[in-house]
């Protein structure tokens, strides 16, 4: 890479080969340490209420709800004998609040009407909810804040699984409702396609629009709370999105300050799909004041709101379509490879990150010693899957390579397509 980028990266703090590793896993494992004992933490450490021991009834219907960063999903699953999940029913629609602000009642109201054409298959929901959410023992859920940018301020402090009980009932449907996280589904789900195999651990890994990480503790070790049976364990959700104990670049104070959430989710804004295109757009709107490009591509880029992470990532991966920003005739091919090597780095470094991210929690859960046990570790979402650039996914698995194989620690990273959707049935027939 030309030195004259580099340095301009690395005098505004982002810095990939200085990434110091080892410090960050250590300050994962202290900032996880601290939020388990209830002790000022950037990690909530949330107890889900779900154990993976449980049986999960097979044959037996059960309505889903999916809320993530971007779409709103429904389906009819149910497991079979063999375990295996079928998918019926499918349906698919945009979250809502992502589309400007609206109030509570709109938004309960929306999940209820999107539910209407499958609600009377089952008297039982499972609700996968993609946001940092206190969960009760009965498995109900309270919004503790939004991330991800969504809009609906008034739902914040609520409990999710009765506002939607209470539109249902409206509509004459009386129902029981699971609530879990969407890191929570993705271990079950994991948890549930890996039954043939002598897996130590598991731990499920959202890298999509947001992102977070999920893994099995052991109840003695969630000493913040002393109604829980200590001889069992349940699943804990990390939301790792949140971290903070993290160096931010100059762009990503900018990004951040411009956020609805500023000074939260740190880590999130640094590696997930719903920031990076953004991330990237701050550092070439720096880079266009700096000088790094020619003056029409910096006035092209300078009048643009923003980039989305898809288009970033076509362009710095080479496999843009024709409308993408990038191919504007007011770019150079001089502009185009400047941008290259001015955003290649923001994907390297959340492949960084991301890396540290699965290496902490796998960690965590103390086991994968013995090669023939290792941790399972299901991994979902499309930034994770799809992005091209820096071709991610290898380099997140050769720097979890290069955190782990010194360290002894066997792993698998695997995927199940409709993890969230299929975790969230386990959760319901548990
Ligand atoms: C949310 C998490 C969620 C993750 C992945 C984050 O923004 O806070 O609860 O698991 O995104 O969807």
Not at 23 to 47: D, K, T, Y
Not at 87 to 109: L, Q, R
Request: charged share 20%; with cysteine; proline share 4%.
């Amino acid at each position: 890479m030309s030195s004259r980028e580099v340095s301009f990266l690395k005098q505004n703090g982002l810095d990939v080969e200085g990434i110091d590793r080892e410090a960050l896993l250590l300050a994962f494992e202290e900032e996880m340490n601290a939020g388990l004992a209830g002790q000022p933490s950037s990690l909530m450490m949330i107890p889900s209420f779900i154990s993976i021991d449980k049986p999960v009834k097979t044959g037996t219907p059960v309505v889903v709800l999916d809320a993530g960063g971007t779409n709103l999903r429904a389906a009819v699953v149910k497991i079979n004998a063999s375990g295996k999940a079928e998918i019926g029913a499918f349906s698919k629609s945009v979250m809502p609040g992502t589309k400007g602000e609206i109030d509570a009642e709109t938004f309960f109201s929306a999940f209820a009407d999107f539910l209407m054409p499958i609600v009377a298959e089952s008297d039982s929901i499972g609700f996968c909810f993609s946001y940092p959410a206190e969960v009760t023992p009965d498995c109900d859920a309270r919004l503790i804040r939004w991330s991800k940018q969504i809009q609906v301020p008034s739902v914040v402090g609520k409990m999710i699984g009765s506002g939607l009980l209470r539109q249902l009932a409206q509509r004459g449907y009386m129902r029981r409702i699971v609530i879990l996280n969407d890191t929570v589904a993705t271990l079950l789900a994991g948890k549930s396609a890996g039954v043939s195999r002598d897996y130590s651990a598991y731990v499920g890994l959202i890298l999509g629009t947001g992102t977070n990480t999920a893994y099995v503790e052991r109840n003695d070790r969630i000493t913040k709370r002393t109604d829980l049976d200590k001889t069992g364990s349940m699943v804990i959700n990390i939301e790792s999105g949140a971290f903070r104990r993290v160096q931010q670049s100059t762009f990503d104070k900018i990004m951040d300050a411009a956020t609805n959430d500023c000074g939260h989710y740190s880590f999130e804004k640094m590696i997930s799909g719903a920031y990076l295109g953004w991330l990237g757009y701050t550092v070439l709107t720096e880079a266009a004041k700096a000088g790094f490009f020619s003056a029409t591509a910096a006035e092209k880029i300078m009048s643009w709101k923003m980039v989305s992470s898809k288009d970033l990532d076509d362009f710095c991966g080479a496999s843009p379509e024709v409308d993408n920003p990038f191919l504007d005739a007011m770019f150079g091919e001089d502009d185009r490879e400047a941008v290259i090597r001015l955003c290649t780095p923001v994907f390297e470094r959340a492949a960084v990150l991301t890396a540290v991210n699965i290496a902490s929690a796998i960690l965590k859960t103390g086991e994968g010693k013995d090669p023939a046990r290792p941790v399972c570790v299901n991994v979902d979402g499309s930034t994770y899957h799809r992005t091209r650039t820096a071709q991610f996914r290898n380099r997140v698995q050769q720097e979890l390579q290069q955190m782990l194989l010194p360290r002894g620690i066997a792993y698998d990273l695997i995927r199940v397509d409709e993890s969230p959707v299929i975790g969230a049935a386990v959760a319901g027939l548990m």
